[in-house]
């Protein structure tokens, strides 16, 4: 039996989820990844996707939006800013993430005419969307 | 001395007058455990939020590169006020107090020369502050038809203070409200948000041990914003539990006098129907005796 990590899942108005678990599947900014126990101390920004909980009692899946994750030998606490039972998600919810994501685009356009820097991420976060989208098996309307 | 009718119309009103504060403190006792719950979920993601950010903050330390919302612009010439209050009155001294800070502070500063801009969240702040600062008003954030706030509310009232600090509107940003300790005790308080102030965990000690991806300047970068928001929220929160707190508390004040003067009253109307009865079997007995 491997050994288990903590896992404690925090949006900022509750906590979702404080199990153990044996891995954990982080969507990162650079990359996904998991985390096991005795993983190196680690602290990364997240992008919009699912995270996925392994093992033990608390096993399953989450929708978050953006937010870090901090990992040590002993167990993973994400912070998300949003974050959503994969079960609980509706298309409705998804709408509005894109939606969201597409004013960001917009608002990037506009106060940063000259660097592309920051539109760019805003592009980036709405085509990560979209990547969720289709794995969960929503599909995005783009009349926003 | 005041005649019976009207010493009876008194008491039936206070009567209904003490129904309403009865009402309204035991709606408000229902909302402030609603709130109380909220301001406790919330606080795991705060602290773990400022731990981290305290970490952070420490790592990249005051390298000039820092990004301006932790490190300030440079200057502390122009002040934003948050004046975080309720949309409702009736709760004791609760928007008094959060005013009274915000109006102790804003003098304070305007004798230093500082600027001082104002933001309000809620109305009775606003119409507190109105009368003597009201020219440095820049905006209003209105939650009047907010029920229970969430952490949108909160991601609202941040990216218009963000907006402003990127256009370069003012160097420090405070935020005012009012900390919920218990029922009946709630600290008005101020709490700079910009340049951030994250205190670094107690017993620190793997700080440096950890990697960053990307790395701590990008997520600094990345996080900074969301402290705003997140401080916004809590701040949020206190002042919900406060406000229902207090104005629980008001209300069983008002429930108590509202008795006591009924009380009063009600001794005051039987001596004077006692008097009345009295004088009229006077004038009785004396009219037998005149006969």
């Not at chain 1, 989450?62 to 937010?67: A, D, H, L, M, R």
């Not at chain 2, 400022?50 to 005051?62: I, T």
């Not at chain 2, 706030?149 to 009012?178: C, I, M, N, P, T």
Request: net charge negative; aromatic share 6%; proline share 3%.
């Amino acid at each position: 039996m491997a050994e288990k990590v903590k896992f404690d899942l925090v949006s900022p108005e509750r906590l979702l989820a404080s199990v153990e678990a044996t891995e954990v599947q982080i969507p990162g900014v650079e990359g996904d990844m998991t985390a096991m126990a005795d993983h190196a101390p680690l602290i990364t920004t997240l992008r919009p996707g699912i995270v996925r909980v392994i093992g033990g009692d608390g096993a399953g899946e989450y929708i978050v939006t953006g937010g870090f994750a901090e990992i040590n030998a002993t167990g993973v606490s994400i912070l998300a800013e949003r974050a959503v039972p994969r079960a609980d998600i509706t298309q409705e919810d998804y709408d509005t993430m894109i939606k969201t994501a597409n004013a960001a685009i917009k608002k990037a356009e506009e106060t940063f005419v000259n660097e592309p820097g920051p539109v760019d991420d805003a592009v980036k976060l709405l085509a990560d969307m979209v990547a969720l989208g289709d794995e969960i098996g929503l599909s995005a309307s783009f009349s926003a | 001395m005041p005649n019976l009718k009207d010493l009876k119309n008194r008491i039936d009103s206070v009567k209904s007058t003490r129904k309403i504060t009865k009402a309204m403190q035991m709606v408000a006792a229902a909302k402030l455990r609603r709130a109380q719950e909220s301001a406790e979920m919330a606080r795991p993601y705060t602290e773990r939020f400022n731990a981290v950010m305290g970490r952070l903050s420490a790592a990249v330390g005051d390298s000039e590169s820092a990004p301006k919302l932790l490190s300030g612009t440079g200057a502390q010439e122009t002040y934003l006020l948050i004046v975080m209050t309720a949309e409702r009155g009736l709760c004791g001294g609760f928007n008094a107090n959060i005013a009274k800070l915000a109006r102790q502070e804003a003098t304070e500063l305007l004798a230093k020369g500082k600027t001082v801009k104002i933001l309000t969240v809620g109305k009775k702040g606003r119409d507190a502050m109105r009368r003597d600062y009201g020219k440095y008003f820049v905006h209003h954030v209105d939650l009047s038809d907010v029920k229970y706030v969430g952490y949108g509310d909160a991601q609202s009232v941040a990216a218009e203070v963000l907006d402003r600090f990127d256009a370069g509107e003012f160097d420090v940003a405070k935020l005012f409200y009012s900390r919920f300790e218990n029922v009946v005790t709630q600290h008005p308080t101020s709490k700079q948000i910009i340049p951030a102030d994250f205190d670094a965990p107690e017993g620190d000690d793997g700080g440096s041990f950890y990697d960053y991806e990307p790395d701590e300047q990008a997520i600094l970068a990345d996080l900074l914003p969301r402290g705003v928001a997140t401080a916004v929220f809590s701040a949020l929160l206190e002042n919900g539990a406060s406000e229902q707190g207090a104005r629980m508390s008001a209300m069983d004040n008002a429930t108590r006098n509202a008795g006591e003067m009924i009380d009063k009253l009600t001794i005051e109307y039987n001596r004077s129907r006692q008097a009345v009865i009295t004088n009229e079997l006077i004038e009785i007995i004396s009219g037998a005796e005149a006969l």
